[in-house]
């Protein structure tokens, strides 16, 4: 299993920003897809998840309203369009595939993903 996150960059503050996971070795469409976050000197959080039948998204209140995540089945790939960014956005952003194919149990924790790509950094400038 091989994540590959892209995107990142180095932008200011009220831009915006699309991040792509492109997965090979699992299909998207039968994981919970997530991305996270980590900022230096913490702990890395949930941003957002999508659920394997793509009906049911999910996001940290810190994202809510300004981040979407989605996928492309036919790219077996997985976005997370980020608007408004802010100071506090400033992390490496890692997607994540859950442990489990097609469940819909906790996607909230580190520990609920199996599989994870290298991160990308993003850096919001004010």
């Known amino acids: 299993v091989q994540l590959q996150a892209s995107g990142g960059g180095l932008v200011q503050t009220g831009d915006s920003l699309r991040l792509s996971c492109a997965a090979s070795?699992?299909?998207?469409?039968?994981?919970?897809m997530g991305w996270f976050r980590q900022a230096p000197g913490k702990e890395r959080d949930f941003v957002a998840a999508?659920?394997?039948?793509?009906?049911?998204?999910y996001y940290a209140d810190s994202v809510k309203g300004r981040f979407t995540i989605s996928r492309d089945n036919a790219k077996n790939t997985v976005y997370l369009q980020m608007n408004s960014l802010k100071p506090e956005d400033t992390a490496v952003y890692y997607c994540?595939?859950?442990?489990?194919?097609?469940?819909?149990?906790?996607?909230?924790?580190?520990?609920?993903?199996?599989?994870w790509g290298q991160g990308t950094q993003l850096t919001v400038s004010s």
């Open positions: 994540a595939a859950h442990k489990v194919p097609f469940d819909s149990g906790s996607y909230r924790y580190t520990r609920d993903f199996g599989s």
């Open positions: 070795g699992l299909t998207v469409n039968r994981y919970v």
């Open positions: 999508i659920n394997w039948s793509g009906g049911n998204f």
